[in-house]
T-cell receptor, first 109, second 115 residues
């Protein structure tokens, strides 16, 4: 089934650095979403980018979408320790969002 | 507007018992989804319901699992005769809009441990 796959699986950076996570998917989409999950908590929606959009910004987040390569990237600028979490991309597949396995981001101060 | 409420947050069952997980969607949300998450894994779609109807249950195991979303009350995910492999976090999400049109709002999850 259609699924987003994030890369890298894990990322460790220092506070103030930028973090980039990538997502690849298999079939055509209407939109692609990014979610964040803190340890032991539910998922929180970060940003949605539609298939006809190439880039979107929200605060310190920048998302790009390349439908020809079936890939997306999430950039978090000037990271903070509070950004430590798992990040998932999700693609729509008919009636459900399909999630990848996520990138675990650790930001140390 | 309260968020998606799931209970219990933690549930321990012995093999062969039944587990019932409840989800109250956000007010005004008629679309409910259930997902399962194993440790260090992403979320796996299980079922999509709209009030009183199961729309897509393609991710549900064929046996022992069932879901409902009655006209009144919360959505229920029911697991009969639980086995150790059912141990996981189960997340409910809701949306006011049909699939493919917007974000999902997630609850904090119910963590099932089968002894």
């Amino acid at each position: 089934s259609q699924q987003g796959e994030e890369d890298p699986q894990a990322l460790s950076i220092q506070e103030g650095e930028n973090a980039t996570m990538n997502c690849s998917y298999k079939t055509s989409i209407n939109n692609l979403q990014w979610y964040r999950q803190n340890s032991g908590r539910g998922l929180v929606h970060l940003i949605l980018i539609r298939s006809n959009e190439r880039e979107k910004h929200s605060g310190r987040l920048r998302v790009t979408l390349d439908t020809s390569k079936k890939s997306s990237s999430l950039l978090i600028t000037a990271s903070r320790a509070a950004d430590t979490a798992s990040y998932f991309c999700a693609t729509d597949a008919g009636t459900a969002l399909i999630f990848g396995k996520g990138t675990t981001l650790s930001v140390s101060s | 507007n309260a968020g998606v409420m799931q209970n219990p947050r933690h549930l321990v069952r012995r093999r062969g018992q039944e587990a019932r997980l409840r989800c109250s969607p956000m007010k005004g949300h008629s679309h409910v989804y259930w997902y399962r998450q194993l440790p260090e894994e992403g979320l796996k779609f299980m079922v999509y319901l709209q009030k009183e109807n199961i729309i897509d249950e393609s991710g549900m195991p064929k046996e022992r699992f069932s879901a409902e979303f009655p006209k009144e009350g919360p959505s229920i995910l029911r697991i009969q005769q639980v086995v150790r492999g059912d141990s996981a976090a189960y997340f409910c999400a809701s949306s006011p809009n049909p699939p493919g049109t917007g974000e999902l709002f997630f609850g904090e999850g119910s963590r099932l441990t089968v002894l």
